[in-house]
Nanobody, 123 residues
Framework: QVQLVESGGGLVQAGDSLRLSCAAS????????MGWFRQAPGKEREFVAA???????VYADSVKGRFTISRDNAKNTVYLQMNSLKPEDTATYYC?????????????????WGKGTLVTVSS
């Protein structure tokens, strides 16, 4: 069982930056792919970004060039640096664990979820 705890959400203005963190409990954290999803009210949960255990990254087109995912295996932590935030980025952001950066990009391919952290971007 892997426990994930997100932090860093909050209320910001459009154009601001925010960094989310996700701390994982697993001793084998470094062998997993890690990712972030988000879910806006009334919408389906969608993939945002993922990083492989080697550090290779993939992004949704909607965040490419603005968001950066990274991981620190020594701290069992994955980060999501969000720059140039837009009101449409408003959502609850969920940390995710999966086998690789291909399968983790779909909801059904996620093995473990965090409880989420709310990000609100005002215009």
């Amino acid at each position: 069982q892997v426990q994930l705890v997100e932090s860093g959400g909050g209320l910001v203005q459009a154009g601001d930056s925010l960094r989310l963190s996700c701390a994982a409990s697993a001793r084998t954290f470094s062998s997993y792919a890690m990712g972030w999803f988000r879910q806006a009210p009334g919408k389906e949960r969608e993939f945002v970004a993922a990083v492989s255990w080697r550090g290779g990254n993939v992004y949704a087109d909607s965040v490419k060039g603005r968001f950066t995912i990274s991981r620190d295996n020594a701290k069992n932590t994955v980060y999501l640096q969000m720059n140039s935030l837009k009101p449409e980025d408003t959502a609850t952001y969920y940390c995710a664990v999966g086998s690789n950066t291909v399968t983790i990009r779909i909801v059904g391919g996620v093995d473990y979820w965090g409880k989420g952290t709310l990000v609100t971007v005002s215009s």
